[in-house]
């Protein structure tokens, strides 16, 4: 079974601040999704990364899938309280259509 | 165009009762994916359909959860006497492919 481990697992920070989210796993990946959840609702694809040592942005955003495809980053510059959710990571691995998922991190931005 | 749908949205059950949950995927999606989520925990996999054929269902805890998906669009999730550890989200997600999963609002039950 792969697993992915989030980290950490909450956080609580004031506007303005950065903050960077970690997805690890001991298994690699063909390809990693990050998701946000917000309450109430079901998770939404933020970006997925499929080549090792890629970094994509999204507006504040920054994701980062490192060179041996087993972890992943996720940087947000300058956090608003909109960027509040739960982020998931999944990863995906060639030949499988399921999906593993991380536990998450919690997200609080406060104003 | 519509996204994914899941009805009812919240389901309040009686230990013991039987429930059905739907999901509306986005249409011509061939894959239909359910996954259920506990408090606090990323979403865990329950079966996978590709049009029709429900070509996985691995994840489902016990033969009381049957999933089915008869003409390849709407897909419906059964529980059978439910127990209180069935309390959790149910998401539905359908995708083109295997890889890009777009998620439905959940439904939320509760068993008491």
């Known amino acids: 079974t792969q697993l992915l481990e989030q980290s950490p697992q909450f956080l609580s920070i004031q506007e303005g601040e950065n903050l960077t989210v970690y997805c690890n796993s001991s298994s690699v990946f063909s390809s990693l999704q990050w998701y946000r959840q917000e309450p109430g609702e079901g998770p939404v694809l933020l970006v997925t990364?499929?080549?090792?040592?890629e970094v994509k942005k999204l507006k504040r955003l920054t994701f980062q899938f490192g060179d041996a495809r087993k972890d992943s980053s996720l940087h947000i510059t300058a956090a608003q309280p909109g960027d509040t959710g739960l982020y998931l990571c999944a990863g995906g691995s060639g030949g499988s259509y399921i999906p593993t998922f991380g536990r998450g991190t919690s997200l609080i931005v406060h104003p | 165009g519509a996204g994914v749908s899941q009805s009812p949205r919240y389901k309040v059950a009686k230990r013991g009762q039987d429930v059905a949950l739907r999901c509306d995927p986005i249409?011509?999606?061939?894959?239909l994916f359910w996954y259920q989520q506990a408090l606090g925990q990323g979403p865990e996999f329950l079966t996978y359909?590709?049009?029709?054929?429900?070509?996985?269902k691995s994840g489902l805890p016990s033969d009381r959860f049957f999933a089915e998906r008869p003409e390849g669009s709407v897909s419906t999730l059964k529980i059978q006497r439910t127990q209180q550890e069935d309390s959790a989200v149910y998401l539905c997600a359908s995708s083109w492919g295997a890889e890009t999963q777009y998620f439905g609002p959940g439904t939320r039950l509760l068993v008491l």
């Open positions: 249409s011509g999606h061939v894959s």
């Open positions: 359909f590709q049009n029709e054929a429900q070509l996985d």
């Open positions: 990364v499929v080549t090792g040592g």
